[in-house]
């Protein structure tokens, strides 16, 4: 068996790789997905996945039926990118460009070069005629890069429910060196907020919170990765009142909850809140209203649990 799909498979590199140069060369950004994603649907159907479909989201979908009805295997890839503006680039981000061992572009790696890989692994187990005992579920999903993971929550919110599907192994085709992790952390932003009458204290206040926050936005944990991430002061008037958010960005272990976390931040800026009566400050998770590429609109938290 692992000779007949070695065999197919180096066959079909060439192909893997074209296929992967000209997803680079479709600009994606989160929540803008929709010409990448009619690729990827044609793409799905001339390999001759069993059925491809759109969900309501956006996300794409490809099925090839097994023998049974589990166990189900998800193989999922994000369809779009971070915004491919920024200096730096030796060579047009846009380009797809290959020097014969690499593809260069914004998303080569994360994470249109593994959605390709993951599309034409369907593609190879359809050509070396291998029966599946369970179903092989292929997706492209929406707005991963922008932090919230939206496709596919989606998908297990919704879509696989709906069709009756559960999902026994899944496969993330994020780069990772050819390493296999099995886990990752998690990710929260709050917004801590500072208002009152007195301009003065609400700037004095505002920028003793981000200096007190950002002594330990600089904290490692012993991986060597950061664990917070502060933004500016962001000012607002609202006629007699003055106000300022600060952004907090925390990274989540497994089992630490953002409520933890919250109240965590409750707790640090409480010393401020005490010594200025006259300012008042809140903490809470951020949340906004996103629309996908398909029209759909959904309030989203910024939360991404370990």
């Given at each position: 068996?692992h000779?007949?799909?070695?065999?197919?498979r180096?066959?079909?590199?060439?192909?893997?790789?074209?296929?992967?140069a000209?997803?680079?060369?479709?600009?994606s950004?989160?929540?803008?997905?929709?010409?990448?994603?009619?690729?990827?649907?044609?793409?799905?159907?001339?390999?001759?996945?069993?059925?491809?479909?759109?969900?309501?989201?956006?996300?794409?979908?490809?099925?090839?039926?097994?023998?049974?009805?589990?166990?189900?295997?998800?193989?999922?890839?994000?369809?779009?990118t971070?915004?491919?503006?920024?200096?730096?680039?030796?060579?047009?981000p846009?380009s797809?460009e290959?020097?014969?061992?690499?593809?260069?572009?914004?998303?080569?790696?994360?994470?249109?070069?593994?959605?390709?890989?993951?599309?034409?692994?369907?593609?190879?187990?359809?050509?070396?005629?291998?029966?599946?005992?369970?179903?092989l579920?292929?997706t492209a999903s929406v707005?991963?890069e922008?932090?919230?993971?939206?496709g596919?929550?989606?998908?297990?919110?919704?879509?696989?429910?709906?069709?009756?599907?559960?999902?026994?192994?899944?496969v993330?085709?994020?780069p990772?060196?050819?390493?296999l992790?099995?886990?990752?952390?998690?990710?929260m932003?709050?917004?801590?907020?500072?208002?009152?009458?007195?301009?003065?204290?609400?700037?004095?206040?505002?920028?003793?919170?981000?200096?007190?926050?950002?002594?330990?936005?600089?904290?490692?944990?012993?991986?060597?990765?950061?664990?917070?991430s502060?933004?500016a002061?962001r000012?607002?008037?609202?006629?007699?009142?003055?106000?300022?958010?600060?952004?907090?960005s925390?990274?989540?272990?497994?089992?630490?909850?953002?409520?933890?976390?919250?109240?965590?931040?409750?707790?640090?800026?409480?010393?401020l809140?005490?010594?200025?009566?006259?300012?008042?400050?809140?903490?809470d998770?951020?949340?906004?209203?996103?629309?996908?590429?398909?029209?759909?609109?959904q309030?989203?938290?910024?939360?991404?649990?370990?």
């Amino acid at each position: 068996m692992h000779s007949i799909l070695r065999g197919k498979r180096d066959a079909m590199k060439k192909e893997v790789a074209c296929f992967a140069a000209e997803l680079v060369k479709i600009s994606s950004p989160s929540m803008h997905e929709g010409e990448l994603a009619d690729l990827v649907f044609r793409k799905m159907r001339e390999l001759d996945y069993d059925r491809v479909f759109r969900d309501a989201f956006g996300n794409v979908v490809g099925m090839m039926a097994g023998r049974e009805s589990e166990p189900n295997v998800l193989l999922n890839c994000h369809m779009d990118t971070v915004d491919a503006s920024g200096e730096g680039w030796d060579r047009p981000p846009l380009s797809g460009e290959s020097d014969g061992v690499r593809i260069f572009g914004r998303g080569a790696s994360d994470c249109k070069g593994g959605l390709a890989a993951q599309i034409y692994a369907g593609a190879l187990l359809k050509r070396s005629l291998l029966p599946l005992r369970g179903t092989l579920i292929v997706t492209a999903s929406v707005g991963e890069e922008n932090g919230r993971s939206l496709g596919i929550r989606k998908l297990f919110e919704e879509t696989f429910p709906s069709l009756g599907l559960g999902i026994d192994y899944a496969v993330l085709g994020e780069p990772t060196d050819l390493g296999l992790y099995y886990g990752h952390d998690g990710w929260m932003t709050m917004e801590i907020k500072i208002s009152g009458i007195n301009p003065f204290l609400v700037e004095d206040g505002a920028r003793e919170l981000h200096d007190s926050f950002s002594k330990i936005s600089g904290r490692m944990n012993r991986g060597g990765i950061e664990e917070y991430s502060v933004e500016a002061p962001r000012w607002q008037d609202s006629g007699a009142m003055k106000s300022a958010g600060i952004m907090v960005s925390k990274r989540l272990h497994a089992r630490e909850l953002a409520e933890d976390a919250i109240a965590a931040a409750k707790d640090h800026v409480a010393v401020l809140e005490s010594g200025n009566p006259s300012l008042a400050v809140q903490v809470d998770l951020v949340s906004e209203e996103q629309n996908s590429y398909t029209g759909v609109r959904q309030i989203v938290r910024h939360l991404s649990n370990a």
